[in-house]
């Protein structure tokens, strides 16, 4: 039984990028390197970037992987990281940080509220030695979107090294990454460009990555090493996920196609208020308030004292055709509906009436 994934990455993609994949592609020649040059020439254009001042590097595995390259390869030994966790995945960044004894503090917030920028001002004005500043964009854990324009300007008030996970929001919300003054940002080949997993992408300016030289904890991260080879002439350090790399390139300009970043954006937003107005319809709130809540994900609070499981609730969506997924609130009942993918209002309104038909069998 086919369906369609609810899921933020891996979402559904489209046939073609999928048959992409049907072509084994060798890797040592000039046409396979140059499909790693427009991948990231791509890319740094969707940064709205100056091509002179950044540089993009692919870095084989999933979206952590991304996030461990840059944390484990730019934070030195003399130097400390402020990580801003309102989620999981914030919180991801510090065992990442523990795992590689990067000196580090947290400043944990609601998984249902933003950063207070009054208390990120105090930490930098009394802790002297932070030296880099991490936030995620997107928290997927909740739906969430985290300011990153004012948060950032308060870290370059202070100088800071500015590091964003925008994982689940680039390609699905415009991110003028040169203007917010990020030196590194990171996202995945799974998420909003709309590929399969395989690698994650780190924009980060060249003057920063060269920094990274002979800093890196680990030989298959070393964020330095893989961009100084890629940037040759597109070749990867190690074994390239090829049917992943030719998908994404598809899914690239399958983007463009659609109208870019705003026009993906609009289709986002647009399937995420319409599921948000009927799932209240069917008594589900969202855990994030509407002005904060993300295009991408939405969390929904079951009502007190439902008769069903979410197992339950979910085999009976799934057998209909769609995948939805479970929450990652403590203490908070909830499941999440992701919108990203090849996902259209039709399926919303299809969604929307399983579950509807879904509460009328158990009530
Ligand atoms: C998906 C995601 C990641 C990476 O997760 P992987 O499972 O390693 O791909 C990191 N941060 C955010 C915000 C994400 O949505």
């Not at 933003?114 to 802790?127: A, C, F, Q, S, V």
């Amino acid at each position: 039984m086919k369906y369609k994934l609810l899921t933020p990455g891996p979402l559904t993609t489209t046939d073609s990028v999928k048959e992409q994949m049907l072509f084994d592609h060798c890797t040592w020649d000039e046409d396979y390197k140059k499909i790693t040059r427009d991948i990231t020439d791509k890319l740094l254009d969707l940064a709205h970037v100056n091509k002179e001042k950044y540089v993009c590097t692919l870095m084989q595995g999933s979206g952590t992987f991304g996030v461990e390259s840059v944390l484990s390869s730019s934070i030195g030994k003399d130097e400390k990281l402020l990580i801003l966790a309102n989620g999981a995945y914030g919180e991801r960044m510090t065992d990442i940080a523990k795992h590689n004894k990067i000196n580090y503090v947290m400043y944990t917030q609601d998984y249902n509220k933003r950063h207070d920028l009054n208390k990120i001002k105090d930490i930098l004005e009394n802790d002297k030695d932070i030296t880099h500043v991490s936030i995620v964009h997107s928290e997927t854990t909740s739906g969430i979107l985290n300011d990153i324009e004012e948060v950032g300007k308060i870290i370059k008030n202070y100088n800071k090294i500015f590091i964003v996970d925008a994982m689940s929001s680039f390609g699905g919300i415009d991110i003028p990454v040169e203007k917010y003054d990020i030196d590194f940002i990171i996202s995945s080949a799974n998420k909003c460009i709309q590929g399969v997993p395989g690698f994650s992408f780190i924009i980060a300016k060249k003057e920063e990555i060269l920094k990274c030289k002979n800093k890196a904890r680990s030989l298959s991260l070393d964020l330095y090493a893989q961009w100084e080879t890629m940037n040759k002439d597109g070749k990867w350090r190690f074994t390239s996920p090829t049917h992943t790399v030719l998908a994404f390139n598809k899914a690239l300009d399958e983007l463009i196609e659609e109208g870019g970043i705003e026009k993906r954006y609009e289709r986002y937003f647009n399937n995420n208020r319409l599921l948000i107005n009927k799932m209240e319809k069917l008594g589900f709130k969202t855990y994030v308030d509407l002005k904060y809540q993300s295009p991408i994900i939405t969390s929904f609070i079951y009502p007190e004292n439902v008769g069903y499981t979410f197992k339950e609730m979910y085999s009976y969506i799934k057998q209909r055709g769609y995948a939805i997924y479970p929450g990652k609130i403590e203490n908070i009942n909830s499941f999440r509906i992701g919108n990203i993918g090849e996902i259209y209002e039709e399926d919303i309104i299809k969604l929307c009436d399983i579950i509807d038909e879904f509460l009328k069998g158990v009530n």
